[in-house]
């Protein structure tokens, strides 16, 4: 197994020293999009009971889920209109795990386990909450964020800093997360079944081989159990930012 | 495991997302909630069904309960009035059987006074034939008619006297 390194497909001029060119990881994001796209509508499509299949329960069942445990029961409708966004996010992280999972060497990976595009993903969730934060609570409101009620004027000088530091390292800890759980899977798979292929002799390779079998089935877990985390973590967030950071504590 | 920064990556994926946000709020999450709105209204109104089925039922229930236990009532008190009627009428009956035999018994006491009375009679004239018959023989006379019944009278008297002992 070779991790697939970056590729530019079709070069563009750099704007304001930004390298905006199509590269593999950029296609393998449009792909995860597109699959994430057609998953979606094919599960959608239909209106009558009769043409609901195991793959369309099993989406509305994701969909139910990532409902009920992010955005929650008793939400009200300001939290509701954030659930395109997550149920988006959640899928998007999804396939994009799974694309890792695909076994053809050197083209297939997980963009997930890519810094700049988990980044990308949580810098979408922190400029939401903050435009939502603003925009239920204004200038004002969002400010008070960072200073707790309560709290005597003098204790402000520390606790400002700390929350604001606590507060951006958000983002930071989402992309981070998901980055470390990604590599750290396909590092070990990796490691498992270049011990398996270096081996030569097949008694020995057949640990390995079988530990990467078990790894992988674990892998999968671990692509769902992050995208949920991702997900999770960010409608909290989120709905921290809807509803005032004293409702969620 | 890609570390380096790639500020063009990090864009792409933001644009990616917004337009993966944009493409699946139109064509996919709108009509999946609607579907699965419909599909929990549909559950609701067949729970509410369900639960005026299970109403009505109950209801059905406690008024057939309520109309057997009334005609129960109803039965009870038919057995009843039959008791009662049967009672009457039995009641009646005896009665009016008391009341037939008294009348009987009666008329008997007086057909049988009438013909003691008729008997004692034929005996008065019997023996104040005989007490004539004998007297011709024995005295050779011929006693007077007021005679002959003082005799018989006086007769009849001593059979009653005799009965009357033989009573006591």
């Known amino acids: 197994m070779e991790e697939a390194t970056r590729v530019v497909l079709v070069e563009f001029p750099k704007v304001f020293g930004i390298d905006l060119s199509i590269t593999n990881e950029v296609v393998l994001l449009w792909l995860g999009a597109i699959v994430t796209f057609l998953l979606a509508v094919a599960a959608c499509r239909g209106r009558e009971a009769a043409t609901r299949g195991r793959f369309r329960n099993l989406f509305e069942m994701l969909v139910e889920m990532v409902e009920k445990e992010v955005i929650g029961g008793n939400a009200n409708k300001a939290t509701r209109a954030l659930t395109p966004f997550l149920l988006t996010m959640f899928f998007f992280i999804l396939v994009c795990n799974l694309l890792g999972m695909v076994p053809i060497p050197g083209v297939f990976k997980a963009v997930t386990s ?53 507060w951006l390292v958000r983002p930071l800890s989402l992309a981070v997360r998901l980055f470390a759980n990604m590599v750290v899977g396909h590092v070990l798979l990796f490691v498992l079944i270049g011990m398996a292929v270096a081996s030569g002799w097949w008694i020995v390779g057949v640990l390995p081989a079988a530990a990467a079998v078990v790894m992988s089935c674990f892998e999968l877990f671990v692509c769902f159990i992050q995208a949920m985390v991702f997900t999770l973590l960010a409608g909290l967030y989120l709905k921290e930012a809807v509803e005032g950071h004293q409702a969620t504590h | 495991m890609d570390l380096n920064l790639d500020i063009g990556l990090l864009i792409w994926t933001l644009i990616t997302f917004a337009g993966l946000i944009a493409v699946l709020s139109r064509f996919a999450w709108k009509p999946l909630r609607r579907l699965l709105d419909e599909r929990q209204d549909m559950i609701s109104s067949s729970i509410e069904e ?119």
Request: aromatic residues 4%; neutral net charge.
């Open chain 2, 50 to 168: 369900a639960r005026a089925g299970r109403d009505e039922a109950r209801k059905l229930v406690l008024e057939n309960e309520e109309k057997m236990r009334q005609a129960r009532e109803e039965m009870h008190k038919i057995v009843e009035e039959g008791h009662k009627l049967s009672e009457e009428i039995r009641g009646e009956a005896r009665e009016k059987a008391g009341e037939r035999t008294a009348a009987m018994i009666e008329e008997a006491r007086r057909e049988i006074e009438r013909e003691t009375k008729k008997s004692l009679e034929e005996l008065k004239a019997t023996v104040a034939g005989l007490a004539v018959r004998v007297s011709r023989q024995v005295i050779g006379e011929n006693l007077d008619e007021k005679r002959h019944e003082q005799i018989a009278d006086e007769f009849i008297e001593k059979l009653r006297k005799s009965r009357d002992n033989k009573r006591s």
């Open chain 1, 114 to 166: 890519n810094i700049n595009v988990t980044a990308g993903l949580a810098i979408a969730v922190f400029a939401l909450t903050v435009v939502a934060e603003v925009s239920h609570h204004g200038v004002l409101g969002f400010l008070g964020r960072f200073m707790p009620a309560g709290i005597p004027r003098w204790a402000g000088v520390f606790l400002v800093p700390i929350e604001i530091a606590s």
